[in-house]
């Protein structure tokens, strides 16, 4: 049996739905802004032991030959806060997600990348998909960029 349109009553419910899921968007991309929010937090206030970590690690040398370790390290905690702060509320979330790539590659290279245990850089690979998630899907329904448009588009 087809539809008027020619196809199946099967293909043109599952077409009804959106996907990906509004609601599970929202609350994954609230979920993965956490991350960043309290990384970025953590940052600004407690630099000098992320310096620490930053000087202390096997290719820590290859971030510190672009710059010194403590304005790199506040740099990144404002890029983590913004970044967070946009994918959380759902505000220019491609270009937030974008931001935070271009974060956590340096970050995972530099910090992650010769540990002796791979968790941590398989854990940045993963919040990287999440990231590219956002980046080609945008925020999604239930975001600010949404309620803005929303009220740009009304009388």
Known sequence: MTTETGSSPRN???????WPQPGATA???????????VAGTGHLLNTGHIVER??????????????????????AGAALLIGGAGL?????TRW?????????IPITITIQIGRSTLGPL?????????LLFFATHGAGL???????????KSP
């Open 122 to 130: 398989f854990k940045n690979v993963a919040i990287m998909g999440g």
């Open 12 to 18: 043109s419910s599952a077409q009804r739905r959106a």
């Open 142 to 152: 239930y975001s600010l960029s949404e309620l803005l448009q929303g009220r740009q």
């Open 54 to 75: 930053l000087l202390g690690a096997k290719y820590g040398f290859l971030a510190t030959a672009v710059a010194p370790a403590r304005p790199l390290v506040l740099l």
């Open 27 to 37: 609350l994954f991309r609230g979920m993965l802004s956490l991350i960043f929010l």
């Open 96 to 104: 937030a997600a974008i931001l935070l790539i271009l974060v956590v």
């Open 88 to 92: 959380l509320l759902g505000y220019r």
